[in-house]
């Protein structure tokens, strides 16, 4: 086996930024196979034929890219609106897969100050 340089992930709150590099091994006959693919022009280099084999990957077996943007989610890297958005259906139909899943979502409520804040700003827009 051989390897290929990988990011490294850094989360924050909803970002996820990828540092350089960390090492995964492939069996040397996917990468001579990828490689080929290089050589023959389908790919720029071999991190975009890794990129490739993975979003298609997600795309055949969905199961996975929602099981992956589940983890985001419940992790806090990513919002509800964007993890709807990423398993490609609304943010009810979103909510519905976390209660089939027995995943709880934690709802922050504002403090009472915020609120009154809110009701302040919402009068002064009246008038």
């Known amino acids: 086996m051989n ?24 069996p040397a006959t996917i990468e ?6 290089v ?4 790919y720029a280099n071999l991190n975009e034929a890794i ?16 099981s ?3 983890e985001l989610y419940k992790e806090g890297e990513i919002s509800i609106g964007k993890a709807a958005e990423m398993v490609g259906v609304s943010t009810i139909e979103f909510k519905d897969i976390l209660v089939n899943r027995g995943i709880r ?10 609120l009154d804040e809110g009701v302040e700003l919402i009068n002064k827009l009246r008038k």
């Open 105 to 114: 979502r934690e709802v922050g409520s504002r403090s009472n100050k915020e």
């Open 39 to 42: 050589r023959d022009g389908h």
């Open 68 to 70: 992956a943007v589940m």
């Open 3 to 26: 390897f290929v340089p990988r990011p490294i992930i850094q989360k924050t709150k909803y970002r996820t930024v990828m540092k350089m590099p960390e090492m995964i091994a492939l």
């Open 51 to 66: 990129k490739d084999a993975f979003r298609t990957l997600l795309n055949v077996r969905p199961e996975l890219k929602t």
């Open 32 to 37: 001579m196979e990828m490689k080929a693919l």
